[in-house]
Nanobody, 119 residues
């Protein structure tokens, strides 16, 4: 059974930092592209960042470029999202997802972790 578990969410003031972690079990993580998504209240879920199996290439939403960094450790079966210079508009539930393609239509999803940024 494939399971993704996010951790590391919390509350922080604007300008602060948080580091999220996504731990995978039941799947060979290195075979998948992994992405971080977020969903704010009343809004659709949006892509935040993604990384390929080797970790060499990553993509980011324009809204987080230069502030967030995605990385992965295939040995530990984990993917991380380092979030710096956080803004109130970054407040959302953050999800990790793993899929063989970038469209994430058949992805495995975690349960999400709440990130709250206060001004």
């Amino acid at each position: 059974q494939v399971q993704l578990v996010e951790s590391g969410g919390g509350s922080v003031q604007a300008g602060g930092s948080l580091s999220l972690s996504c731990a995978a079990s039941g799947v060979i993580f290195s075979s998948y592209r992994v992405g971080w998504f977020r969903q704010a209240p009343g809004k659709e879920r949006e892509f935040v960042a993604g990384i390929i199996w080797s970790g060499i290439s990553a993509v980011y939403a324009d809204s987080v470029k230069g502030r967030f960094t995605i990385s992965r450790d295939n040995i530990k079966n984990r993917v991380y999202l380092q979030m710096n210079s956080l803004k109130p508009e970054d407040t959302a539930v953050y999800y990790c997802a793993a899929d063989s393609s970038w469209n994430f239509k058949s992805a495995y999803w975690g349960q999400g972790t709440q990130v709250t940024v206060s001004s």
